[in-house]
Each structure stands twice: as C-alpha cells, then as structure tokens.
C-alpha cells in the first residue's frame, strides 16, 4: 500500500499534516505528532504585524522618539499576544528541524510586501523546508478594485519568489471573483503550490456592550464541500501541488480531497479537539479504506473526482445547482 505523495517537490510519506496553528508552540507536541504519522510539520504564522511592530520598536530606541505612533498601532494586539516574536519564530524552527526528520514549513501571514522579504530569507537560513504566505486579507474599501486586491497577493508573491529558493505555497481565500484564473497567475508566477482555503474568523456582535466579540469555532466535515468544489476545478488546470485546508476531521474527508485533486491534506480544529494520536487513527482508516476499495496508491485515486473528468465542467455545475435546489420538500 503506498501513500506516498508530492507536495510542494518534497516527496512525503503521506498526504496528512497539521496546518498551522499553536500545536506548533509545544515541543513535546510536534514530536507526538511526528509520532502519530504526520508527513510534515507546519510552523504557525509569522504575523505581518508582528514585523510592524518589531520595525517601529526598533525605530524608537533608535530615534528615542516618543510614543506618537501608539494611536496607529493600538489596534495591533500587544506584542506578548503573540506566541513568538521574530527571532523566536526562526529559532523555533532551528529547534523543532532538529527535533524530527519530517519538512518543516513555516508560515508568513499578512497583505503588503513590508518586511516580509528578510523575513522569509531568515526563515530559509534557518533551515525551513518551504514556506507558506497565507494571504487573510478583507477588502472592506469600496475605492479598492478587485484587480487591486488580487494585486497585493501577487506583488507579495513575486517579490518573496525573487528572494528566496525555498519551495512557496499560498495559501488563498475563496472570496475572488474568478478564482481559477487568479490561481493560475499564482502558478505562472512560480507558486509551488496552492492551499485552499483559509478560514476567515467572523466576528460577533454583543448588543448589550455594543462591541464587537472574537469568537473562535473549530471547523465541521460540512466545511469541506467548498474545498472539494475548487480542488477539482483547479486539478489538471494548474501545475502546482494543491493542498486541502479546513473541513478534514475524518478519513473520508481526505480521501475525499485527494479523490478532488489535493497532493496534501492539512488538519487543525480535529487535532486540537482530538489531540495529536487523531492522526494515527486517520491514517489508519485511510489504509483500510484503501485496502477495501482496491486502490494501491494515492496516485490512483488523486483527481478522480475532478472536473477534468467530466466532458463539460459548466454544464455539470449547473446541473448540480439544478438538482439541489429540487431536493428539498416541503
């Protein structure tokens, strides 16, 4: 039975790993994770913020200025919110590459180019095996165009490209108008990869206080259906790998995915609900899924499920939508 997988040109034992997230932030529990099977081990995000506020503090000790800045920068959370600063961030990964024999891929997060090129060259001196830019952006500006915000991402894209030889995956939001044609600029701009998608955390509203409330809820399986739609509309169109992220708590669901087009599967909320050994109990059903079904390799089934098979990908969308809207009875 092999379930070995490609993903970002690394070649992987299998297509599981956990996305990013704070499992990172305890040693013991990247080694369990390792343990439980985990193909690779993604580093939680490096915050454009962060590199804000790291630059501006280094500019008042230079400048001895006084804090004028502090009503641009409140809206930042402080400094010790966040689990590791930038030096700590790369340390991080120095210690957990010699910790286990799996990739380590960190993460950058943010919008704009800033610092995010000697932070992503930091990141390759410090040993990372490729890089994810996981691009959370919400265009709330109705004078910014959708070609401008497709911009910021390639501009990110491109720039981190030139700097770095590391492998790079971007890590998109589905709100774009025509996302297959946005994802193939990521690709012809050397992505070597593309993940699908980014949870975007909405916030609540408290009518009492009046205030806004950050409220996090772990994904379900049902958030998996708008990965799989796009997974098997970007197989075969892109060359890049193409990872699944958001949506996978279950064997079923990575099956799923690989069935969609995806070369790798990420998984965070089952993880964090579950603990580490989750994986283990995935990989497992994995197997015997396969072994019931007949399939010897994920190659096998990678992409059966896509649009590519179908003679008329628009016409099956419509019909699709056609015979949803006709299930429901009264």
């Known amino acids: 039975m092999n379930t070995e997988t490609k993903y ?8 599981l790993m956990p996305g990013a997230s704070p499992l990172v932030d305890d040693l013991d529990t990247v080694r369990k994770l390792e343990d439980a099977g985990a193909s690779a081990i993604v580093m939680h995000s490096l915050f454009e913020e962060q590199a804000i506020q790291d630059q501006w503090s280094s500019f008042k000790l230079s400048e001895g200025m006084s804090d004028s800045f ?8 402080k400094q010790e919110d966040y689990q590791l600063g930038p030096d700590q961030y790369f340390e991080r990964i120095r210690t957990i590459k010699e910790a286990v024999d799996v990739p380590v ?6 919008t704009r180019i800033g610092g995010w090129i000697d932070y992503a060259r930091n990141i390759e001196r410090a040993g990372a095996d490729a890089l994810e830019l996981n691009i959370y952006y919400v265009a709330t500006d109705p004078a910014e165009s959708a070609d401008e915000v497709e ?4 501009d990110v894209l491109r720039a981190v490209r030139a700097s770095v030889q590391l492998p790079i995956a971007v890590k998109l939001s589905p709100y774009f108008s025509s996302l297959a044609h946005f994802a193939s600029q990521i690709d012809s701009l050397g992505a070597n990869g593309i993940i699908v998608f980014n949870r975007f955390y909405q916030p609540d509203i408290d009518p009492d206080a009046l205030e806004t409330v950050s409220k996090l809820e772990l994904s379900t399986s049902s958030e998996l259906r708008l990965r799989l739609r796009w997974l098997g509309v970007l197989f075969g169109t892109v060359k890049c790998s193409l990872a699944c992220s958001g949506g996978v708590h279950r064997a079923v669901d990575a099956i799923k995915a690989i069935m969609a087009g995806a070369d790798a599967v990420q998984c965070v909320s089952s993880l964090l609900h579950f603990g580490p050994g ?16 007949e399939y010897e390799s994920l190659d096998q089934m990678r992409g059966s499920m896509s649009l590519r098979h179908c003679p008329d990908p628009a016409a099956y969308e419509r019909a699709n939508y056609l015979k949803v809207l006709q299930i429901w009875k009264v």
């Open 278 to 293: 989750h994986l283990r109990m995935m990989l497992e059903s994995m197997h015997h899924w396969m072994v019931e079904h």
């Open 70 to 77: 502090s009503e641009a920068t409140s809206f930042f959370p």
């Open 8 to 15: 970002l040109g690394l070649r992987l034992k299998n297509p």
């Open 151 to 154: 911009s910021r991402t390639l």
């Open 105 to 110: 891929i960190a993460s950058l997060n943010g």
